[in-house]
């Protein structure tokens, strides 16, 4: 996983970087980013019914090949619209991979083990995009986007030979787990029953965490991949304030994962508003980062923001791979990945347009106010939930 999310990043954001010096537009630099969520969203059940027919293992080994040709072809392609069609291959195979490596992490894990590496699943998910967002801006003012985008291709390749090891050690789809299974609860398996063909829905234990992480990513990860090239510039920093703003961001990043991995392990959506309450925040954090041009406070700002945000994204993923049954998590985490990557695709292109026409301050302002309606209606929704979850978890 660090493997190939650092190489995804690398790319990403070399290409954006550059089209940005290019074009000098929000929008179309975030649409590197959007134009990659749009086939996902409309080929969620192929995904998820792809792990009835083929292993895992080999999933992912052919999802990671397939990444490091279409690294290749984007580079090939920059200055060309196909470059976007492109892009919008890589999204699927990068949300195949996401949704299956899922897979793979709750055949191998259960209990306690598991909620504990669903906490760090995140880590390294979330450590590689930093990376890979440091190592690409690097990289760009070294090297040109075709050798960036070889050496890129080696990490995804060095991903697949390492997935192929999964194939040897889990067993076919539809089996048991290599582990004994724990007996549920009568509760929960009626739930399970009542959703077989409905994936995720129907399902309150898993409702919570989905909206929090529609909201974190959809909102936060969504605005952050408008502001992570075009503050730095704000700011009159150039190129080096954009690596700069992408070191403090990985550096959020990584502690916000592991402090949620290990000090805030016995939090959950479920409990009180803690996730909430934390999504809040960060939503005010996002606002506050470009309220004032002083590089030090707004980077210290946005340190906040996107720590928050990730100790938010963290619980509420962990919660969502613990509830889920294994039977339905290929569909669940590619559903999931689907409304994501929907409300990202809306801030994206929504705030690179309002970005482009306002400024950065009104766009975060109005993208920040929104994430806060949404923080209270979906607590005010799913309130009546809490006394269910608590019977079935009883």
Known sequence: MLLSTTGSFVMLLALSSQLFQLTGSALLTSLIFASQWLLPSLLT??????????????????????????????????????????????????????SYRTLALKRHFEGEQLKSAASFFNTSQYLGSGLGGVVGLFLIAKLTLLNVALLDALTYL????LYMGIVSQQKAPGSSPTLPARPQPAATDAASSSAQSQGWHGKPLLLLPLLMLIINAGFFQGFHNVLRVPLPTHLGLGSQGVMTLQIITSLAIF???VHASTQLIRFSSFEGYVVQA???????????????????????VYFVFIYLF????????RDLIVQAPQEHMAMITASSTAYQTLTMTAIV???????????????????????LLAIVLSTIGTRNLVPTIARVQE
């Open 45 to 98: 059940k192929q995904i998820g019914r792809l792990g009835s027919r083929f292993e895992v293992g080999q999933i992912l080994f052919v999802s990671e090949v397939l990444g490091a040709l279409l690294t290749v072809a984007s580079a090939v392609t920059m200055g060309h619209p196909t470059l976007f069609a492109v892009l919008a291959a890589r999204g699927l195979v990068e949300v195949t991979t996401k």
């Open 158 to 161: 060095v991903a697949a030979v």
């Open 278 to 300: 934390i999504s809040a925040g960060a939503a005010v954090a996002m606002i506050l980062a470009v309220f004032l041009k002083l590089s030090w406070f707004n980077f210290v």
């Open 310 to 317: 990730e100790v938010a994204y963290t619980i509420a993923m």
């Open 349 to 371: 292109v929504g705030g690179g347009f309002l970005a482009d026409h306002l400024g950065l301050f009104p766009s975060t302002l109005a993208i920040g106010a929104l994430a």
């Open 255 to 257: 502690l916000g994962a």
